[in-house]
């Protein structure tokens, strides 16, 4: 897969502001801080095409970006992150409304990136998100971020991780995992395979 560009579509909450196009979407998400924004930007080879900050829940609205590429153009979306312990119930709620409403509903959703933590593992919010990735037939692909944080033996572990061996199994649409660092530059080659496999199957 070649990248001849990207840009900044459009940013939406609920459905009436999702854009209409009929090109193929490839989502991320995650919890809040896992690192969503810097690997798109760091796969992209884009410094701020996305925002990136230091304080969680960022990301409060879906982003839409344009990619235009070989073999095919299509779009990327940064979802908002979830479990952002902070912020106000009825915010959270609003974030979990437009995250299900995004995979339920969104016609020309191809793929999703599952970000975790590499430090962290897979976690009970993760495991929300899974069931709703199994509940609507979606395809999905785990990616462990931020490995330049962990010792390299921690890292071939993660694989082995029985809870991850349980999800695998159960869940046939699910591949990976793809372990990846934004700051270290790992894990590009990886995303793009699993990207160029999703849109192969349209
Ligand atoms: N060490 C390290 N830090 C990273 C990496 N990727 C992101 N970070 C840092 O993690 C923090 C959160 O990164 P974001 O990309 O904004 O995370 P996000 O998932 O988009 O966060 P929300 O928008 O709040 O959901 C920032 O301080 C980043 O600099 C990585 O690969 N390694
Ligand atoms: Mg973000």
């Known amino acids: 897969m070649k990248i001849k560009s990207s840009d900044f579509l459009k940013s939406a909450s609920k459905k009436n502001g999702w854009p209409q196009t009929e090109l193929p979407e490839i989502a991320f998400a995650g919890r809040s801080n896992v ?30 970006f344009n990619i235009y590429a070989n073999p095919s153009d299509f779009l990327l979306v940064d979802l908002p992150g979830y479990g952002f312990a902070k912020g106000p119930i009825k915010e959270k709620e609003q974030w979990q409304f437009m995250i299900e409403q995004f995979l339920k509903d969104r016609k020309e959703l191809l793929g999703i990136f599952l970000l975790v933590d590499s430090r962290r593992g897979v976690q009970e919010m993760d495991f929300n998100l899974l069931e709703w990735l199994i509940a ?8 462990f971020t931020k490995t330049d944080k962990i010792k390299r033996n921690e890292q071939a572990k ?4 029985p809870n991850i061996g349980d ?15 934004a700051t270290h530059k790992i894990g590009k080659k990886n995303i793009f395979n699993q990207i160029e496999t999703w849109l192969e199957m349209i």
């Open 158 to 161: 993660i694989a082995k991780d």
């Open 167 to 181: 999800i695998m199994s159960k869940y046939k649409d699910f591949s990976g995992p793809i372990l990846s660092s």
């Open 136 to 143: 609507y037939d979606l395809q999905a692909c785990l990616v």
């Open 35 to 64: 690192g969503k924004s810097s690997l798109i930007n760091f796969i992209l080879g884009r410094k701020n095409l996305v925002k990136v900050s230091n304080t969680p829940g960022k990301t409060r609205l879906i982003n839409f």
